[in-house]
């Protein structure tokens, strides 16, 4: 899909559709629509005194034929109203317009910034909604015959003046949509596709065509390197587990300025192992190495964006089997960090090999660590599908990603880490046990577990287990990988 700006009058832009958006409010004729509506000789405002336009969230208008326009089509998307109107709002208008004209064979479309909108993160917006939106996960469906594709977007309403900012905003759009979609293809992979071992060899392409130093670790390695707990996990099936680093490593990093460490869960299928899960849904276990492919996603777009610290991606990659050599509970096992654990429970597994990578990114030199997992059903419970789980052991390091969320327009929420929470997990006969003793808070006991390997380094743990994967499309995303939290990592890098 071509994505280009467009200074062009909206009345002489030839497309198969114009797009813009329409504020609920007494009269939603104002502004550039008003300026639309008299080119259409009044339709607009005959449409609004009708009840047919009103402006409330993502409702849908298509005019055909429409007057005094050179576009074949006019769509107007209801925006909601104008006060909680923001970029967030603009990426799902771009991305639901983007799939409502795909879906009815539309080959290209014109978007329309309202008068005052033409700014540069406005076009990033745009450009992340539509490419996002544009995502399908058809990849092994054989019968294309009938596929609908948008080939061009064309994003208008912008001056000379404001061409260059918009331009600027439409590439970095590019990148971080690109990588978006990077994570979602990796994510969509069923686990007979991506073995962990299939995995490293798409990071280290993914790598090398980016310009990152990337390493391997294989089995020998990561036994040489005493990582018990992601071996304890790989143990219960005859694929080998790896370790997956990429580094990005900018000549002009800032002195004294953090090494961010991203640790990724990447379990490319979880049955559970010994305690093995319910048949029911487990199909849908091919997702928990979504924390993993995320990680790997920044890791793209950071090469390509260029910020000027030092981010190390340690990702820690399985599959969890209930094999004959499987792990069983209350076997007891060490650490990379020397730390003992006793296994309760072989499907918290994702805990066990996240203390391995954190352990390995501060050994690699991270100082502020940040690691992303569908670590819980338990943050379902808690925060359903809307927001991912944030945890810290540090709150100035914490704020400054929950900053990020906002300011990219990802929902997340903090939830509590008191020092209580910490005794459900102390081992009765190791140093401690990976699932709670404790009733509740399945989460936040995750959470601790995980920050026992990050010791006093500012760390910061995302539960995606809600979040990564949309059970069922939305207007603006087709059903499956969501691609979360990339967006407010790469935002967090760049803000240094
Ligand atoms: N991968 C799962 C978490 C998960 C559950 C993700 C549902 C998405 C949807 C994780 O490895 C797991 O199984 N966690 C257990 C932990 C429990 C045994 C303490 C869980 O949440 O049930
Ligand atoms: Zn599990
Ligand atoms: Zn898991």
């Given at each position: 899909m071509q994505i280009t700006l467009e200074t062009t009058p909206f009345a002489a832009i030839e497309t198969d559709a114009l797009v813009s958006y329409v504020f609920?409010?007494?009269?939603?004729?104002?502004g550039r629509i008003a300026e639309i509506d008299q080119a259409a000789a009044g339709l607009l405002r005959k449409l609004a005194k009708s009840g047919e336009l009103t402006g409330k969230t993502l409702e849908f208008t298509l005019i055909h034929?429409?007057?005094?326009?050179?576009?074949a089509r006019l769509l107007l998307v209801g925006a909601g109203k104008r006060e909680q109107f923001n970029g967030a709002a603009l990426r799902k208008i771009a991305g639901a317009a983007l799939r409502y004209l795909k879906s009815r064979s539309a080959k290209n479309f014109a978007f329309l910034v309202r008068e005052s909108d033409a700014t540069g993160e406005n076009a990033q917006a745009i450009v992340e909604g539509a490419f996002a939106a544009n995502f399908e996960t058809d990849k092994y469906k054989t019968d294309k015959k009938n596929d609908k594709n948008i080939e061009a977007v064309s994003i208008a309403g912008y001056s000379d003046a404001e061409r260059a900012a918009g331009e600027k905003g439409l590439s970095k759009g590019r990148i971080i949509a690109d990588a978006q979609n990077f994570t979602r293809d990796l994510v969509n992979e069923p686990s007979n596709k991506l073995t962990p071992r299939i995995l490293a060899q798409k990071a280290e392409a993914m790598a090398r065509e980016a310009g990152l130093s990337v390493e391997i670790l294989d089995e020998k390695k990561i036994a040489d390197l005493k990582m018990g707990a992601l071996l304890s996990v790989a143990q219960g099936g005859p694929e080998p587990p790896r370790m997956i680093v990429v580094t990005y490593n900018p000549s002009n990093a800032k002195p004294g300025a953090p090494v961010i460490g991203l640790v990724g869960k990447a379990v490319t299928f979880d049955t559970g192992g010994i305690s093995i899960k319910p048949s029911?849904?487990?199909?849908?276990?091919?997702?928990?190495?979504a924390g993993g492919a995320t990680m790997l996603g920044v890791m793209r777009a950071l090469a390509a964006l260029k910020p000027n610290v030092k981010v190390i991606c340690v990702v820690p990659s399985t599959e969890n089997m209930p094999g004959g050599t499987a792990q069983k509970p209350g076997d007891i096992q060490t650490a990379m960090s020397g730390k003992t654990i006793e296994v309760l429970n072989t499907d918290a597994e994702g805990r066990l090999i996240l203390a391995d990578g954190v352990h390995y990114a501060k050994q690699l030199g991270a100082t502020h660590l940040v690691d992303a997992a569908t670590l819980t059903g338990a943050i379902v419970v808690a925060l359903a599908n809307i927001n991912v789980g944030v945890f810290g052991s540090d709150q100035a390091w914490t704020d400054k990603l929950l900053a990020s969320a906002k300011a990219v327009g990802e929902k997340m929420w903090q939830l509590p880490m008191d020092?209580?929470?910490?005794?459900?997990?102390?081992?009765?006969?190791?140093?401690?046990?990976?699932?709670?003793?404790?009733?509740?808070g399945g989460s936040i006991t995750g959470a601790w577990f995980i920050r026992e390997f990050a010791g006093d380094s500012p760390w910061i743990h995302l539960d995606i287990a809600g979040t990564a994967w949309n059970d069922d499309a939305k207007p603006w995303l087709a059903k499956g990988?969501?691609?979360?939290a990339l967006r407010t990592l790469v935002h967090l890098v760049l803000s240094f």
């Open positions: 609920e409010e007494t009269d939603p004729v104002q034929a429409p007057a005094g326009l050179k576009a029911e849904g487990m199909e849908k276990m091919k997702y928990d190495m020092d209580e929470y910490r005794e459900f997990i102390k081992g009765s006969f190791a140093d401690i046990q990976n699932i709670s003793s404790g009733k509740g990988p969501t691609g979360v």
